[in-house]
């Protein structure tokens, strides 16, 4: 009788354990450090950190028409950020948080065998953007819906990301990344253009700039390393990462 107590006890066991797998991965789930900490919200920031930065507020559909202010290549010198990028005929870009595409469709002119993929996850961009490439007959840029985690590319498939004054704002940086690192191809880049958070002569909400030595923290961590550091713009790092793993 007792040898048959403890058979079923055992075969009880192996049952449970067979019909509950996910055990083992719910507990070491829950013992991973997590990646962000939450504190106290500043005036411009959703008290959520990543490697000690507040991430901000991010700018809404309601700004585009600064995005495509008149006086925006004079202060930005956009049109030397643009001229500084590489990229083959047959390139393949992404540009992440497009907005209303003022660079997603310049840089269409550099790859006219290519693509361009406008990523933008506000809806109220997606129109503008949609107008914006029937008005001019585009056949290059492709319109592309995001989420807070990932920008929904193919993988292996990008030769360069770009986001401009966009960085900062991702709610979920890490993820965004990862999944970024998976789009490039081997050896593939991520470009930042983001305002320079060491000069605070910038008027420029200081959530929304960024030192190199914190983006190059946070861009190690997820797997890329600084290839080339420009400084020719007026106000804004111009930070071209390399994709090492």
Request: proline share 4%; aromatic share 8%.
């Amino acid at each position: 009788m007792k040898l048959k107590f403890a058979l079923l006890l055992i075969y009880c066991s192996c049952c449970f354990s067979k019909c509950h797998p996910q055990q083992k991965d719910t507990v070491s789930a829950i013992a991973k450090p997590a990646v962000y900490t939450v504190g106290k919200a500043s005036a411009d920031g959703i008290g959520k950190f990543y490697l000690g930065r507040e991430i901000a507020h991010v700018m809404g559909a309601s700004g585009s028409d600064w995005l495509e202010r008149d006086e925006r290549d004079k202060e930005e010198n956009t049109s030397l950020a643009i001229e500084k990028i590489q990229l083959p005929a047959n390139g393949v870009v992404a540009d992440i948080g497009a907005g209303t595409g003022y660079y997603s469709f310049r840089l269409a002119a550099k790859v006219p065998q290519g693509k361009v993929y406008a990523v933008e996850i506000q809806d109220e961009m997606i129109a503008l953007l949609k107008n914006k490439k029937q008005a001019i007959k585009d056949s290059v840029v492709e319109i592309v819906k995001s989420t807070e985690l990932t920008p929904n590319l193919p993988p292996n498939n990008t030769d360069l990301v770009i986001m401009t004054d966009v960085y900062h704002e991702l709610e979920y940086p890490a993820e965004m990344l990862q999944a970024i690192h998976t789009a490039l191809k081997k050896n593939g880049k991520l470009l930042l253009i983001e305002y320079r958070g060491e000069d605070p002569s910038i008027p420029i909400k200081a959530l929304h700039k960024t030192t190199v030595v914190q983006l190059n923290k946070e861009l190690a961590a997820n797997g890329f390393v600084l290839n080339f550091k420009g400084d020719f713009l007026p106000i804004q790092h111009f930070l071209l990462y390399e994709k090492i793993k």
